[in-house]
């Protein structure tokens, strides 16, 4: 299965990909974990991603489009990939489907959050993720069986610089400007679901369903 992940910043996106990726074995694909190890790493990509990242505007599209191209050409993900947080504007969508064709493949369901703005600002200032490989935690939602340590690693908790609130509230306006506009992209084509919000677990149980049934019609 290739699987698109879109929706706002903060909708759950990782969560859920990360435990499809641990129950289910399908790769997650996060451009911004690709992002932020580059940073970390200090790399000529995260040298130049820095500035935007921190002031919460997108990396320019064909620095995104060849990371992507990269990535998905990796054996693991030849059988199939979560995209989370790719694509995010009509330019990286196009470069997609034209990346997926010349290779014979396609995507086979866009899943979409639906998560209304004040929501997501509670859900991303409480956020805290791992060092060692960006488990993701909320002090309220999700906390972690000892305080400020993974459940999975026991590495450190740490929050996100982008996760300030004026960050997220700049994120927020450039998803909406940006990649809503995906919504009726994706929504024209038959390959477009939306979950219903609710908790961890439950949302989970949802997206496995989609999968599930479209993996069926293929
Ligand atoms: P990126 O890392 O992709 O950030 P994002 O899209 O803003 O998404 P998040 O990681 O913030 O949220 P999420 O939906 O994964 O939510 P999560 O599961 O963590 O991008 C960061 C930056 O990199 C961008 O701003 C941009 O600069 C750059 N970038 C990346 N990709 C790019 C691209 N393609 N083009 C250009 N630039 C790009 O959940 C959030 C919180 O909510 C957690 O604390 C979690 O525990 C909690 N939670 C999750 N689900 C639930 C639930 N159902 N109920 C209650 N709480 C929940």
Same mark, same amino acid.
């Given at each position: 299965?290739?699987?698109?992940?879109?929706?706002?910043?903060?909708?759950?996106?990782?969560?859920?990909?990360?435990? #499809?990726?641990?129950?289910?074995?399908?790769?997650?694909?996060?451009?911004?974990?690709? #992002?932020?190890?580059?940073?970390?790493?200090?790399?000529? +990509?995260?040298?130049?991603?820095?500035?935007?990242?921190?002031?919460?505007?997108?990396?320019?599209?064909?620095?995104?489009?060849?990371?992507?191209?990269?990535?998905?050409?990796?054996?693991?993900?030849? /059988?199939?990939?979560?995209?989370?947080?790719?694509?995010?504007?009509?330019?990286?969508?196009?470069?997609?489907?034209?990346?997926?064709?010349?290779?014979?493949?396609?995507?086979?369901?866009?899943?979409?959050?639906?998560?209304?703005?004040?929501?997501?600002? /509670?859900?991303?200032?409480?956020? /805290?993720?791992?060092? $060692?490989?960006?488990?993701?935690?909320?002090?309220?939602?999700?906390?972690p069986?000892a305080a400020g340590r993974?459940?999975?690693?026991?590495?450190e908790l740490?929050?996100?610089?982008?996760?300030?609130?004026?960050?997220?509230?700049?994120? #927020? *306006?450039?998803?909406?400007?940006?990649?809503?506009?995906?919504?009726?992209?994706?929504?024209?084509?038959?390959?477009?679901? *939306? +979950?219903?919000?609710?908790?961890?677990? $439950?949302?989970?149980?949802?997206?496995?369903?989609?999968?599930?049934?479209?993996?069926?019609?293929?």
């Amino acid at each position: 299965m290739n699987v698109i992940f879109l929706g706002p910043p903060g909708a759950g996106k990782g969560t859920q990909a990360q435990l #499809l990726q641990q129950r289910e074995g399908i790769p997650q694909i996060s451009t911004g974990d690709i #992002l932020r190890a580059a940073m970390a790493a200090q790399t000529p +990509l995260g040298r130049r991603a820095k500035a935007y990242v921190d002031r919460g505007d997108l990396v320019p599209d064909d620095v995104m489009i060849e990371i992507v191209k990269e990535r998905i050409g990796q054996p693991d993900a030849r /059988r199939g990939f979560v995209l989370d947080g790719f694509p995010r504007t009509l330019g990286q969508a196009r470069a997609l489907d034209e990346v997926l064709t010349s290779a014979g493949r396609r995507i086979d369901v866009v899943v979409y959050f639906d998560i209304p703005d004040d929501v997501i600002v /509670r859900r991303l200032t409480g956020r /805290r993720v791992c060092r $060692a490989a960006a488990h993701i935690y909320h002090i309220e939602f999700s906390p972690p069986r000892a305080a400020g340590r993974c459940d999975v690693d026991g590495s450190e908790l740490f929050q996100r610089d982008d996760d300030q609130e004026e960050t997220v509230r700049r994120r #927020l *306006v450039v998803y909406h400007q940006q990649t809503e506009p995906l919504v009726e992209f994706y929504r024209r084509r038959g390959v477009f679901e *939306v +979950l219903r919000d609710g908790d961890i677990e $439950a949302v989970y149980r949802q997206l496995l369903e989609i999968i599930k049934t479209r993996a069926g019609q293929g």
